[in-house]
């Protein structure tokens, strides 16, 4: 059985960055601060997204750049423990890649550590392919899989 859940997705502002942030600190082991978003934004503002839900909740978000010519990254992409399951984080994934289509780039290209299976799972059933092993890539210095997709098999 597949859970739906009504939902918009919608270009990340400054008034989202509290909520957002809030989200990161719960669902990311990394840490990050609010800046981060800010600069996110200013750098490729329709390259920030979130999910929100029917009584305007951000349920979850994703954030990324301009990479190179043809190729952009997602740099943060979590969802609230309460609307897991329910769509958002693909969602957000395929708006995404229709703004990265959108902004002329092919590709799309993300980190995620080498031990997540289940999310490593997540990106693969939406077509990416692990192209990478990185040693030592996070701060407590885990190992990471760079992951790329190109633009149509995300669609």
């Known amino acids: 059985m597949t859970n ?7 270009q990340m502002t400054a008034r989202d960055v509290d909520r957002v942030y809030e989200i990161a600190c719960r669902s990311l082991d990394e840490y990050y601060t609010k800046e981060v978003f800010y600069f996110l ?3 490729w503002p329709s390259g920030q997204l979130v999910a929100v839900n029917m009584i305007g ?3 979850g978000f994703i954030s990324g750049a ?5 190729k952009t990254t997602v740099s943060l992409l979590a969802v609230d423990d309460m609307y ?3 769509g958002a984080g693909s969602g957000l994934l395929r708006e995404f890649g229709l703004r990265t289509s959108m ?3 092919q590709h799309i290209q993300l980190e995620v550590r080498s ?3 289940d999310v490593i799972s997540f990106y693969r059933k939406r077509g ?3 192209t990478e092993y990185i040693k030592g890539f996070y701060n407590n210095g885990g190992d990471a899989v760079r992951m790329v997709c190109s633009v149509r098999a995300n669609s």
Do not use: E, H, P, Q
């Open 4 to 10: 739906t859940f009504l939902m918009l997705i919608r």
């Open 41 to 43: 934004i200013d750098g």
């Open 57 to 59: 909740n951000i349920m």
């Open 66 to 70: 301009r990479l190179t010519r043809d």
């Open 84 to 86: 897991r399951g329910v």
């Open 103 to 105: 902004d002329g780039k």
């Open 115 to 117: 031990t997540n299976a």
């Open 128 to 130: 990416f392919v692990v």
